[in-house]
């Protein structure tokens, strides 16, 4: 157990039984579990940005039986009371905000101790610890379970150079969890974070979005529901053409750069708004960050060129140019949705962790069959999600009828 | 040669001309098949529906060598002008508005005693012809393209069942085809084509959109767009789910029923609308489909129940109940979009033809050494044609550094 | 009677059946009139956009007991087989599709030989006349409404001249007028008529709107719901802060010259895109007015200029520029929605035609005692509107109860 | 002078600074009033909502030569932080977050102490002071501004009482304020402070919008925006279509009760959500107000009737309900979007104040020669404030020619 402050746990689980409240989902499944205990006497780790939310998630767990040893993912999405609220519930937690690089993969590495059956990576750093320093922690591991776009690009790149020890499913891929975390959950929580943040309109203002993957157009659609006119960079010229398509601009980054009040990078790429782009950039401008690392805005070198820093308010720093231009850099180019604002909205989350609680299962009950490699959800699985949330929803949806299944199936 | 009316040539070709203005991808391709005559000597039977954009798909194909036999691909379609135009500049074109399913059939057989090389079918009429009636037509294909996800789904069945001959390539699962084509053509066309037959307003109204596949998505955003309100309805629960998320009521059929001004059905399944329904509508309903075939809504049904068959406007057929109520049919259940309208956008249709021509190229140069099945369209042809339509629309997009592409593949 | 085909009659009866069965408002006023005789043994001159909607307006006159004379507003809106279906329901009508400026003049001369009591303008023509040439046939009238904002501003000016000799009621400044006609009357049909005219895309095409007043938001708002891109051009500078708010680009026309696909002009005014603009413009753009008069875009000077001119489509001609680039132009400038289209929706038109048959019943019942003057309509007449149509779409709302009536008028 | 704790001071200066780095137009406006002092001498009095955007009015006035007295309009709505900061640049306050009713009363009366010769006030709390027990103290004033439609409503109501005893501006009701800051101020603050207080999705909801006035439009607009099913209640019908006609379904508070997952009011009347109300919502919604005072959601009912009171997160109690149901209130139903968010964004505040800039200095310097009564801001000045924002914003517009301006003025 390593935690900041035990004493916060009270505000923790208040936060927890409101999350709880909004997650229908997850609650019956959580159910299933306490009925079925399908974790029973089973050891899971499971690395995700420490709130509310993910805290129920290890509960659910929990419920079926797992001993549950929890860290964070990134040093600034991990809220110290929610993990000393989670850790008084029964959890092993290990997580800090603002911790340094050396102390988070301490952390990290405390819940691998455990040797766990299964766990739940996000953003692949926890597959990175097994494959290497770690290695002797995971002796007893059958299968994973990754959250991220960014955790399962690495993955199939791991796997492609046949250094992949373990079967993991790509959670992020299921449809219940990219098609609404990804858009939706990342759409509202980056434009409500900036507009939290900053204070400032984005109705009639330009929002430069970096990347038009499931993420962009999530932020996209969101800034221009807000008002906002929106341009897209892209490096992949189909999604560029999709993204006229939807009513944006697309141009170069470089093109962008003059134009823009916000800039939004969700790439999971690095280097994507560098020196030469924030010296086209507009006094004022607003840079932010909502893909998984801190390297797309090249904050580095933005600070090394300033000739002051503003700290202007709670997670904005302003870099004063030689020029006099200061551009505004959010949560310290960290993912703006969890560093400076509230994270995913709790909804969203609960068909995301429907996904990972019914995927851990399936890893635990199948992984020992699966030879390592990358793996998808089962379809019957996502369709069996999607049947819960439509329920807690009240709605209902048509039926095949036995002579529509066979045309569909004619020729 | 099988015209309703060679006269009427001249203005088919200044449709023809119109249309190609604005399709500046294939315009460029057409040069390049020009100065490469990919096709030349080759044989090429194209089913399609007969119009201004489609003749230029075959004018590009005889640009690079083709001899090209034509015909329609749905009997409310073909638009006669073009057809006589089409033919006047060196196609043999069998093709005539409105005629009869047995002289449907008499034009795509005409179509086909060519023995073309290889062939371009939309829906699967031809496929169907060449594994039944037509079969020693068929001798010398050595591939063909399909242009429909109705035409695909039965291509899966049949090879499915061991009965598929060629190797045949989706054209319409190419993302520069279905992303754009099934969404943003469907879309525009659908809601123009209700606008112009009816001169109702749409704005306040409620469309019910049954479908939430591409094509659905595409019209219930449009319609949407124009201020309607949107039902959807569906049997996938994450799709349903979708709808949701992106601003839509979702119900059942019979939910809707009573609810809807507007029905639009776009699933490629039959019986979508029925009897049952009929009954719960309201007096006044517009009910029109935009899905391949004229079976989603039963207006057989409909006209044996019906007291009075009123000609209401041109596409337009109005069928009163015995309470009174009247429920009105666009283009009597066919693509309301082709049949009642113009069809799709030009620029639209630019991009989806891109892909049949490099795509029937491909399976002319590549089909020989293919196993009977069903293909994507290789994702550097997708590109390709992506890159033009930017260049055609003057926008540029980044591209990847070599530091970003080690990055991309690293873990 | 002047028409150009009374044989096209029955042709024009089943327009204006297909027109009243989706207008409850009017019907519902129609059966009041026919039960009260408001109109009985007076006359009125009806100069109107001579189609199936404007007919349900003359019979609702007729059955409230009036002798009506309809003429009509534009040479190309007239549909001839629905002024010949009118005329066989007993309205004295005298228009013609396509007439020449001598011919326009006589129609409106002949529907004013009747010496009116009261009058329904739509431009302002018949007052011209009226106060003109053909002053001696107005000697009865007590009254009149006037439909557009271009109608109302002429007014205002001649009343501040001293000139105005009648009472009349600005239909057009109406809420249940000018709130819904020219917003969204106005935005679908002119998208609907540009699509349909030209068969182009308008998802991911630049649209350049011209005047942001009621019809200009319509237009955009459409426009910008089929996935355009909208420029727009003002000349008041709160109303160009209001469209960047709304999410749309704002700039000068010599700025939105290149970059607009289309081009609609909603101004009002005159000389909106002139020779300067044209020779900036894009090879294929279109160009198209839904203002009142045809003198928005100065199709006179291109028509000039042109080295070549095209006949394109029904609708669209196209003149070549010695340079290369062909402009198209819809309609010949002329309302494009009118002209190239359906003219506005049905259930639009039921709202301001209840404006208008109320606001006529008005006049005639208050018009004696009303100095020469340009007057509203009460607001209870609009409420009253309102209401019947909210009753029509079935849809309750709150009344205030006696506390909050207090409270709103309580300091 | 009395704050909270005048040590928050520096925290206060850059939340100040933030904001004035946003605000170009006010800053245009200073640097005008540092040249020219015209409120050299005078004693302003300005209640407003005390934060850093308000400060830099605050400022601005100031730097006009204006001894300021500042007191804040809301108890909730006071940021100590900032009230400390303004103290320490030379303007006394008179304001605390979270005051009684009659500390509130006792911070305003202080700000009055000075005799003001002119007065900002906001909702109408300095008017009723001064024409009541504070009457004393107005012995000087010349005129004075109201912010807020709520304000404007109960001068109008006075005034038609006879009892009003200066000219007071309506500052709200100038374009370039209530079109802006009602309708994209409100909009985007209100949603922005949901999301943040709830961290519940938006997307997919059913929000419930009381009121389609400026506020309600906004409010309505932004929720739709980010993906939720909007629904109005109204009072007027003609407005009631306009929400249809927007894309809202409309119907009775009664009727939306059982379907709202949020409930926001911004009617600027009270009892809009009561008793009967609760009574049918579902477990877990959400109710906030974004109109003037904390009476439109009847809060004092659901307190009395609750089995229990749950403090759930900052800002938001839970009711617990006889049957198990939670609602949930949100800043006890006082302005949602101050009391538990941001306020406005800073730019759309910068149109605003300049608004009340402008307007005061108007009112100082015409207000002698002005009878008692409510007046609107000269039109003049609301395009002099365009323009300056348009500059700021880069953009240009253009200019009506002298043949234009005449055949505008043409009949």
Redesign the interface.
């Known amino acids: 157990m390593l935690l900041r402050d035990p004493s916060l746990a009270e505000a923790g689980i208040?936060?927890i039984?409101?999350?709880k409240?909004?997650m229908p989902v997850l609650n019956e499944l959580e159910r299933v579990f306490e009925a079925e205990r399908p974790f029973k006497g089973r050891v899971v780790t499971v690395a995700v940005h420490l709130e509310?939310k993910t805290a129920c998630l290890c509960l659910a767990l929990k419920a079926g039986g797992a001993e549950v040893h929890a860290t964070g993912t990134n040093p600034l999405s991990t809220q110290d009371d929610v993990a000393a609220g989670l850790a008084s519930m029964g959890v092993d937690v290990n997580a800090m905000y603002g911790c340094t690089p050396e102390e988070y993969t301490d952390q990290l590495t405390r819940a691998l101790k455990c040797r766990p059956h299964i766990f739940l990576d996000d953003g692949?750093d926890i597959v990175?610890l097994l494959h290497g320093p770690c290695a002797q922690y995971g002796d007893r591991v059958v299968g994973a379970t990754e959250e991220t776009t960014t955790g399962v690009?690495?993955?199939h790149?791991?796997h492609a150079?046949g250094?992949l020890k373990y079967p993991v499913m790509a959670a992020n891929d299921a449809?219940?969890k990219h098609?609404?975390d990804n858009?939706?959950?990342t759409?509202?929580s980056t434009v409500?974070a900036i507009?939290?943040a900053t204070?400032?309109?984005?109705?009639?203002?330009t929002v430069v979005v970096a990347g038009y993957g499931w993420c962009g157009r999530g932020v996209a659609?969101?800034a221009?529901?807000?008002?906002?006119?929106v341009i897209v960079?892209?490096?992949?010229?189909?999604k560029?053409?999709?993204a006229?398509?939807?009513?944006y601009?697309?141009?170069?980054?470089e093109?962008a750069s003059p134009l823009g009040d916000f800039f939004i990078t969700v790439t999971?790429?690095?280097?994507v708004i560098t020196k030469p782009h924030f010296d086209l950039m507009k006094d004022?401008a607003v840079l932010c960050n909502a893909g998984h690392f801190d390297i797309e805005v090249d904050v580095k070198a933005l600070r090394e060129t300033a000739v002051e820093t503003i700290?202007?308010?709670p997670d904005?720093v302003g870099y004063a140019q030689g020029d006099g231009r200061?551009l505004n850099v959010l949560a310290e180019g960290r993912l703006v949705n969890l560093a400076a604002?509230?994270?995913h909205?709790?909804?969203?989350m609960d068909?995301t962790f429907a996904v990972q609680a019914l995927g851990l299962r399936y890893m635990l009950e199948n992984g020992p069959g699966m030879a390592p490699g990358v793996y998808d959800l089962p379809g019957e699985i996502?369709?069996q999600i999607?049947?819960f949330?439509?329920g807690a929803?009240g709605?209902?949806?048509?039926?095949?009828?036995e002579?529509?299944r066979k045309?569909?199936?004619?020729?």
Do not use: C
């Open positions: 208040r936060k039984r409101w999350a409240r909004y509310a692949g990175e690009t690495r993955l790149a791991r150079a250094l449809k219940m098609l609404f858009r939706y959950g759409g509202q409500a507009m939290h204070n400032l309109q984005m109705t009639g203002k659609s969101r221009a529901g807000l008002g906002a006119h960079t892209e490096i992949d010229p189909v560029a053409i999709e006229v398509m939807d009513g601009r697309v141009m170069t980054m093109q999971g790429n690095r280097d004022g700290d202007q308010r904005i200061v604002g509230q994270g909205p709790v909804e969203i068909m996502d369709d999607a049947r949330k439509l929803m709605l209902g949806i048509d039926e095949l009828t002579a529509q045309y569909m199936a004619s020729y």
